[in-house]
């Protein structure tokens, strides 16, 4: 059985653009052997992220279970959790959004401000936002 599941973290005060660097380099080699797929928004600046995985139930679920503990991340929280009959990203074992293509006019369509803050808004809103964030701005390190 597949599920998609979205989360929202905010990165470390240590963690720094090289340790995210090497934090994508290891799903992209991680997660094709787990049948994980995803994709992940950073935005360095405010130091939040926001994360799509979608596979496998048990590998999905043992996936988020190490992010939650692992001390790069701060917040975590689950914003949407559902079983699935297809990937959206199937094309990227860990694909990350270009935030520098991003429109801040697309954050203002479904939040306050111009910022990407997952923790303000609903997780429903959260999934409207990253499925255009990955429409709208292109999606780098495909498979």
Known sequence: MLVRLMY?????????QEELLAILKQSKANNPKLGVTGVLCACFDARVFMQVL???????????????V????TDVELLSYEEIGERRFAGWSMGQVNMARLNPALLLKY??????DPYAVSGKVSVALFDELVATAAVMGQA
């Open 54 to 68: 979608e596979g496998g139930r048990s590998a999905v679920n043992r996936l988020y279970n190490r992010i939650a």
């Open 8 to 16: 929202a973290s905010r990165a470390a005060p240590a963690l720094d």
């Open 111 to 116: 939040s306050e401000c111009a910022r990407l």
């Open 70 to 73: 692992d001390p790069r991340h």
